[in-house]
């Protein structure tokens, strides 16, 4: 078959393992071919067996029928206890065979006896599965476990008699089987024995052995050589061919050997240049990279670094040479040099030739070339620019400004006062103490630089033997970060170190934080570091805190660096608030401690003010659906932006919309000829192993795939495919099926890692190629700062949006909108809800739900209730929760909403009330008729009788009815006297419209 179609195959495969599996998948179209005259041939199935027999199974020929027959199978096997799984031997008829046993199970070979009850070809499974129910967090996939099933005489008679084998009559090894394509070990996961390995190393003498593949032999295993590295031995030249403009990938396997290395050593690698036949064509070695050594990180520092070796592991260095685009085709060799320790190189030839045809952008466009690599080291959207809707920062003095905040520092680098929509919001300067009174700082400061995305101020204070350094950055979303270090001159033990942050009592009403529900705020409230939950704990949670404290117009939020010798302090740490008068002190301590001469004790932290954007006067014209439905029939629903969910077709496999483009892109299209936006599940927290990438990922070590923690999630039990491929080192993220019936594996991975490069330039792709208008955040699996890149590649598409979804049980400390809060600057909608109650009180909808105190709006997640979602201008999402909001929406453009003012239940200047605690009403102003949101919480029917600001609404209450519009589940046709009351049924409300009784029909 020729090669183009070999890569077309992969490519339509979409995974390192399938490209591990595609030759393999050909042979199975070629008549099962054998790959090596003297190994049994490794094939794919025809069709999937049972899932339950397991992903592998060896065919053998039983010629005519016997009492018992012996198949030695050398199956090569990788796992590392395959003595403690159950061999199973099926007849041709499909039937069990009982009358089996399997006396030697080793890691090369496994002998095994049973009845053949006739000819045929007879299958022997040796990863047979359990049948586990599904549980989210439950265990990972168990393997049967041997068991005796012979009839006893049988057993007594052969499967013991392990030194008589070879006198039983022989059942032939035909081939070797796996499930599918993708459960296919071969040709790389196929492992050489130690005999084998010791013959290799026989034949040569070098110390190190090394072998080079393309991208589609993707090396898997660090601990053993693949058989095919044994049959082919080492190579004096690498050659291949490639195409003008390509990012070629190649991979350096590098063997170092135990009876020539006693320890560990570096390893690095030096390019020379590839010169061509032609005289002075050539591609400079400057168009090489290695990924494993040449690193950017997600904070766009540039480093070199050599890898470590072991003896006797396998190292794997992902290469990729940049093609020129006006290479004149053509052959150019030249060498890598493979350096070890300090002294020893070993060069390897390669050549490469040129092809007269070219590839954009390098081969990005196709995931089998692994061209894609190259993102790992991109510093996309790294640069200072300020993203929509915000202005450069200002700096006046001691005074910066930013959009609707105005912040004073003093000489400490600490605010003296902070201002939001020109609220004060301090009672009084933001001062760090050390011991029980309040240190008197002489301090000096001053402006180290500013752009139009940040100002940085540097500050040094001394009050005896202290000395404090404080760098402060503020940035052009209003955060502010304080990098504080404490030192002192001569050691001493301190009984406290306390910030204290001073609000006006007036304008916080409401707080959120860490282990603090949303909501009405109490007078007074104490935090331990110690009282985090035992489930961060164990998912390896070091979690910052955090607390917000203020009103809708303004507020403020705190976040305390968890570094264990900081505020943390081992756990001594603690944070409390009180009231005092007109101040609400917000108080952090360490608590008792000691400090050495010259120790630097970090007590960073950071505060954002709020909202931290005006909510979007384009709001209403958003309105979600969240499935995967013909764009058509969204649209008919009223829907104007639809999300695309992980797990579906065409965004199958979790944070890789890559491999469904087919159906991504056109379903894209087709919904922007109706008008609307497309947006998709894409984050970072886990990442499918289906990527073409993830062998060049594991190669990097820990830099990107956790270790420990969380251990599987969704369906857990269905991890088979990790436990036999990766086998280990791994931590497993989000399983599932998919609704093609194929389950999909994940890793958990380190979102500030090079991973951050390559998902943004991934980002970038499909925003400029599919092309998506945004992102679905389901959590935000990643930092800050990854999220400003984020915005700042969005910008490269007008219009392109990003929404949230939080969960109250995960990751976020039962608090979303605390955890996330310093994301939401960048954020255009939040879907908060799964794991809250229902039946909260309105405090909380406003604080932890609408968004609306941070400058967002929001939509109902869980049990929707539309009644009160309207007193926060909410829906729910159609398709996904709930009735569908087609009605109203409706009554959003009759009523013309875009133009309203809304005017919310908590404003003390609302132009209707209710007069009750348990039924509340929204307005939404327009000159010449309101919109009126009613809701109840109250435990029954209520009469409510409205109070009316007649002349705030600018209505003539005389002439003035309240209509109640047909809208189907939400509310029938009514009229409603002002001056009379309006009963209320519990849990549920009213829309109505004032008109006019010249308007009324």
């Keep these: ?56 199974r060896a065919k053998v020929y039983v010629g005519e029928p016997n009492v018992a027959v012996w198949a030695h199978i050398k199956w090569r096997r990788a796992d590392a206890d395959p003595d403690q799984k159950a061999v199973l031997v099926y007849a041709p008829d499909g039937t069990e065979v009982l009358n089996a046993a399997a006396p030697n199970v080793y890691e090369d070979y496994g002998d095994v006896v049973f009845e053949a009850k006739q000819a045929g070809n007879y299958f022997i499974y040796y990863f047979p599965q359990m049948n586990a129910r599904r549980s989210v967090l439950g265990p990972k996939g168990q393997y049967r476990k041997p068991e005796q099933q012979s009839e006893a005489g049988w057993q007594r008679q052969y499967a013991g008699a392990k030194d008589k084998l070879q006198s039983l009559p022989r059942a032939v090894l035909v081939e070797f089987q796996s499930r599918t394509a993708l459960d296919s070990f071969y040709p790389m996961l196929v492992p050489a024995t130690k005999d084998e390995v010791q013959e290799l190393c026989a034949r040569n003498s070098e110390a190190a052995l090394i072998f080079v593949e393309d991208c589609e032999h993707p090396i898997q295993m660090s601990d053993r050589l693949p058989l095919r590295w044994v049959q082919r031995g080492t190579q004096e030249l690498f050659s291949a061919t490639v195409l003008r403009g390509e990012t070629y990938v190649l991979q350096l396997g590098i063997y170092l050997r135990e009876d020539h290395f006693a320890q560990d050593v570096s390893l690095d690698l030096r390019f020379e240049d590839l010169d061509g036949l032609d005289e002075g064509e ?46 004149k085709p053509g052959r150019y060799q030249g060498k890598i040099v493979v350096r070890i320790g300090k002294s020893a190189e070993f060069p390897v030839a390669v050549e490469l030739a040129v092809n007269k045809e070219f590839i954009r952008a390098g081969g990005v466009d196709q995931g089998w070339r692994l061209a894609r690599i190259d993102w790992l080291n991109s510093k996309i959207g790294q640069e200072d620019k300020i993203t929509a ?69 540097s500050s040094v204070g001394t009050s005896g033997l202290f000395k404090l350094d404080v760098t402060t950055v503020i940035e052009f979303d209003g955060g502010i970060g304080f990098d504080v270090k404490l030192s002192s001159r001569q050691t001493q033990s301190v ?78 740490g603690s944070v409390s608030f009180s009231e005092n008068g007109g101040r609400l002190l917000l108080r952090a301590s360490c608590g008792s401690r000691k400090i050495s001469a010259g120790e630097e ?9 709020t909202p931290v954007k005006p909510l979007d006067p384009q709001r209403w014209k958003y309105r979600y659906s969240h499935a995967y439905q013909p764009p058509e029939e969204l649209r008919e629903l009223g829907a104007t ?25 056109p379903y894209v299209s087709t919904a922007h000829e109706l008008g609307m936006k497309i947006k998709i599940y894409y984050t970072m927290r886990e990442l499918t192993t289906r990527l073409p990438e993830l062998w060049t990922f594991r190669s990097l070590g820990h830099e990107i795939y956790r270790v420990g923690g969380t251990q599987g999630q969704g369906d857990p039990q269905l991890d088979f495919w990790l436990q036999e491929h990766l086998r280990d080192d791994y931590s497993a993220g989000w399983i599932t099926l998919t609704p093609t019936g194929d389950i999909d594996t994940s890793l958990r991975v380190y979102s500030d890692s090079r991973l951050a490069n390559f998902y943004l330039e991934g980002l970038n792709w499909l925003l400029k190629n599919v092309p998506i208008d945004g992102l679905y955040l389901d959590e935000i699996g990643y930092t800050r700062k990854t999220m400003q890149r984020v915005r700042r590649v969005l910008e490269g598409r007008p219009g392109a949006m990003i929404d949230m979804h939080g969960n109250d049980m995960w990751w ?58 309207m007193l926060f201008g909410m829906t729910n999402r159609a398709l996904y929760t709930g009735p569908l909001p087609t009605p109203i929406w409706q009554l959003w453009d009759s009523f013309g909403i875009e133009d309203a003012e809304m005017i919310g239940w908590w404003d003390k200047e609302v132009p209707i009330k209710t007069g009750r605690q348990d039924v509340l009403a929204t307005v939404y102003k327009k000159k010449d008729k309101s919109l009126i949101a009613i809701a109840s919480w109250a435990n029954q029917t209520t009469n409510v009788k409205l109070e009316f600001d007649w002349k705030a609404l600018g209505l003539d209450e005389h002439r003035t009815k309240l209509v109640a519009h047909e809208m189907g589940y939400f509310q029938g046709a009514q009229k409603f006297d002002p001056r009379q009351s309006i009963s209320v049924p519990s849990g549920k409300g009213y829309l109505l419209v004032t008109e006019q009784e010249d308007q009324i029909s």
Aim: hydrophobic share 40%; glycine share 8%.
């Design 812 to 869: 976020s400390c039962q608090c979303p909108i605390g955890y996330y809060m310093e994301h939401l600057p960048y954020i255009d909608r939040l879907w908060l809800g799964e794991g809250f109650n229902p039946d909260s009180p309105p405090d909380f909808w406003l604080i932890e739900m609408s968004g609306i105190p941070f400058g967002l709006s929001s939509d109902m997640l869980e049990h929707p209730n539309p009644w009160r979602g």
């Design 282 to 327: 050539k591609i400079p070695a400057s168009a090489w990279t290695c990924v494993n050594t040449d690193i950017v990180s997600a904070t766009g520092e540039s480093t070199h670094t050599p890898v470590k070796a072991i003896p006797g592991k396998i190292t794997a260095l992902w290469c990729a040479v940049h093609v020129p685009l006006h290479a």
């Design 1 to 56: 078959m020729p090669n183009t179609s070999r890569r077309e195959l992969l490519a339509v495969l979409g995974s390192a393992v399938a490209f591990a599996a595609a030759p393999v998948s050909l042979r199975a179209e070629n008549k099962k071919e054998i790959a090596y005259s003297e190994e049994a041939p490794y094939t794919v199935a025809d069709s999937p067996w049972s899932h339950l027999l397991g992903n592998h």
């Design 601 to 609: 004790v970090n007590l960073s932290f950071r505060l954002l003010p």
């Design 389 to 457: 809707p915000y202005s450069p920062v200002q700096v006046d003095g001691q005074t910066v400004r930013c959009l609707g905040r105005e912040v004073r520092f003093g000489d400490t680098g600490f605010p003296v006062s902070i201002l939001s929509n020109q609220r004060e919001l301090l009672a009084g300067p933001v001062t760090l103490s050390v011991n029980r009174d309040r240190t008197a700082w002489k301090g000096t400061s001053k402006v180290e630089s500013i752009n139009d995305a940040k100002a940085v101020l």
């Design 495 to 572: 009984s406290n170190i306390v910030l204290e942050i001073p609000y006006k009592k007036e304008l916080a009403p409401y707080a959120v934080g860490m282990g603090l529900k949303g909501g009405e705020r109490s007078r007074s409230w104490q935090w331990k570091w110690s009282q985090q939950p035992q489930r961060w704990k164990d998912q390896g949670s070091n979690l910052d805190f955090f607390l917000w404290m203020g009103d809708v117009a303004a507020g403020l939020y705190c976040k305390l660096s968890s570094l264990p010798g900081g505020w943390r302090n081992d756990e001594n």
């Design 641 to 665: 932006v639809n999300n695309i969910h992980q797990g579906t077709l065409p965004n199958m496999y979790i944070n890789y919309p890559f491999l469904n483009l087919d159906l991504l892109t």
